[in-house]
């Protein structure tokens, strides 16, 4: 049996439900519905408008409704990817179509497992998913945690769907509003230094695919070498960096630039506007404002009354 198999196995063979279909929702639904894969043959998802579920349907090949019911209903896996401050709205419309030991994965940043679990008033199977979009060519990382209804099978089984999208990490749930700012925004980074270094070397006279290519490609190799070799970053760069020469005169630049100054940042503040985003950013004061916290702070009741 192969790697593959194996995921495919512990992530079961049953149907799968995304409900919200847009950038992070449509790149897991590629990735499930890659050509010539019959694992995941019965994958329903949903959008907010009817004009986007037919075009999105012609480009995905996937039956696309705006009806979340539906799409639930019998679903043995359902992923979550609308916005934060849409969730507590779906999950009102789907609580009481979900099965039993249906497996529920929410990927919206900064609503807890604990305001899933509550907004649903049911004992339910959460997962809480934070992927990136990289997961669309298999090529993703995700971070999972269990809520309080999940058990070591259910994160096994959204971990093993997840693998097939990239690599995977089980996570304490703490630990989560800190990998949306590192993991889920960071191709946002890594692209826009990869287009400054394009246009280095197009000032040094290279044609802009090949600058593309050659920027990429070092990335990647960079990226891979870490992973692959597990050394220090500081180790595998002091490779590349001979006394006296070119590569040097560049780290020089980088420091006076302050870059590493600057990407520490970058995380810490996306790591704390990460953590709000369950806010919606008008409508401020509102009953629906800030629900996340006010579900978390709720919790939900074991059957005897006990909040658990
Ligand atoms: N983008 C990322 O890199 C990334 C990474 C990790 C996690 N996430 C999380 O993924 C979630 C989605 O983010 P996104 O960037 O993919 O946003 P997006 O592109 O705006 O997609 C949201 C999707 O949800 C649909 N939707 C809205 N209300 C709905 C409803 N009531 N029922 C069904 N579908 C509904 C929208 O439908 P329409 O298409 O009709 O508008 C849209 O397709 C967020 O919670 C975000 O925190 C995103």
Same mark, same amino acid.
């Given at each position: 049996?192969?790697?593959?198999?194996?995921?495919?196995?512990?992530?079961? !063979?049953?149907? +799968?439900?995304?409900?919200?279909?847009?950038?992070?929702?449509? %790149?897991?639904? @590629?990735?499930?519905?890659? @050509?010539?894969?019959?694992?995941?043959? &019965?994958? !329903?998802?949903?959008?907010?408008?009817?004009?986007?579920?037919?075009?999105?349907?012609?480009?995905?090949?996937?039956? =696309? *409704? *705006?009806?979340? /019911? %539906?799409?639930?209903?019998?679903? &043995?896996?359902?992923?979550?990817? +609308?916005? $934060?401050?849409?969730?507590?709205?779906?999950?009102?419309?789907?609580?009481?179509?979900? !099965?039993? &030991?249906?497996?529920?994965?929410?990927?919206?940043? %900064? +609503?807890?497992t604990q305001a899933i679990e509550s907004a649903l008033g049911r004992h339910l199977a959460v997962i809480r998913a934070m992927p990136n979009t990289a997961c669309r060519i298999g090529m993703g990382m995700t971070a999972v945690c269990a809520g309080r209804f999940a058990g070591a099978?259910?994160?096994?089984? @959204?971990?093993?769907?997840?693998?097939?999208?990239?690599? *995977?990490?089980? +996570?304490?749930?703490?630990?989560?509003?800190?990998?949306?700012?590192? /993991?889920?925004?960071? $191709?946002?980074? =890594?692209?826009? =230094?990869? #287009?400054?270094?394009? #246009?280095?070397? =197009? !000032?040094?006279?290279?044609p802009r695919e090949l600058a593309t290519t050659l920027a990429a490609q070092a990335a990647l190799g960079a990226s891979a070498m870490v992973l692959e070799t597990g050394q220090h970053p500081a180790i595998l760069k002091s490779e590349v960096t001979t006394p006296g020469g070119c590569t040097v005169e560049g780290l020089l630049e980088l420091e006076t630039g302050s870059i590493r100054a600057t990407l520490i940042r970058a995380i810490d503040t996306t790591t704390r506007k990460a953590s709000t985003l369950a806010r919606p950013a008008t409508n401020a004061g509102s009953e629906q404002d800030s629900w996340a916290k006010a579900e978390s702070a709720k919790g939900i009741e074991a059957g005897d009354g006990r909040p658990v």
């Amino acid at each position: 049996m192969t790697n593959e198999d194996k995921c495919v196995e512990a992530s079961g !063979r049953g149907s +799968v439900a995304v409900l919200g279909a847009g950038k992070m929702g449509g %790149a897991i639904l @590629a990735a499930l519905t890659k @050509a010539g894969d019959p694992r995941f043959a &019965d994958i !329903r998802a949903t959008v907010q408008h009817a004009h986007r579920a037919a075009t999105v349907s012609k480009q995905l090949s996937v039956k =696309i *409704t *705006t009806d979340n /019911s %539906a799409a639930v209903r019998d679903a &043995d896996v359902v992923l979550l990817c +609308v916005k $934060p401050t849409y969730v507590r709205g779906v999950l009102q419309e789907i609580r009481s179509e979900l !099965r039993e &030991d249906a497996l529920l994965i929410s990927i919206a940043s %900064a +609503v807890t497992t604990q305001a899933i679990e509550s907004a649903l008033g049911r004992h339910l199977a959460v997962i809480r998913a934070m992927p990136n979009t990289a997961c669309r060519i298999g090529m993703g990382m995700t971070a999972v945690c269990a809520g309080r209804f999940a058990g070591a099978e259910h994160l096994a089984r @959204a971990s093993a769907l997840f693998a097939l999208m990239g690599r *995977t990490a089980e +996570v304490e749930e703490s630990m989560m509003d800190a990998i949306t700012g590192l /993991s889920a925004s960071g $191709p946002a980074f =890594i692209y826009t =230094i990869l #287009e400054a270094l394009a #246009e280095g070397g =197009i !000032r040094v006279g290279l044609p802009r695919e090949l600058a593309t290519t050659l920027a990429a490609q070092a990335a990647l190799g960079a990226s891979a070498m870490v992973l692959e070799t597990g050394q220090h970053p500081a180790i595998l760069k002091s490779e590349v960096t001979t006394p006296g020469g070119c590569t040097v005169e560049g780290l020089l630049e980088l420091e006076t630039g302050s870059i590493r100054a600057t990407l520490i940042r970058a995380i810490d503040t996306t790591t704390r506007k990460a953590s709000t985003l369950a806010r919606p950013a008008t409508n401020a004061g509102s009953e629906q404002d800030s629900w996340a916290k006010a579900e978390s702070a709720k919790g939900i009741e074991a059957g005897d009354g006990r909040p658990v």
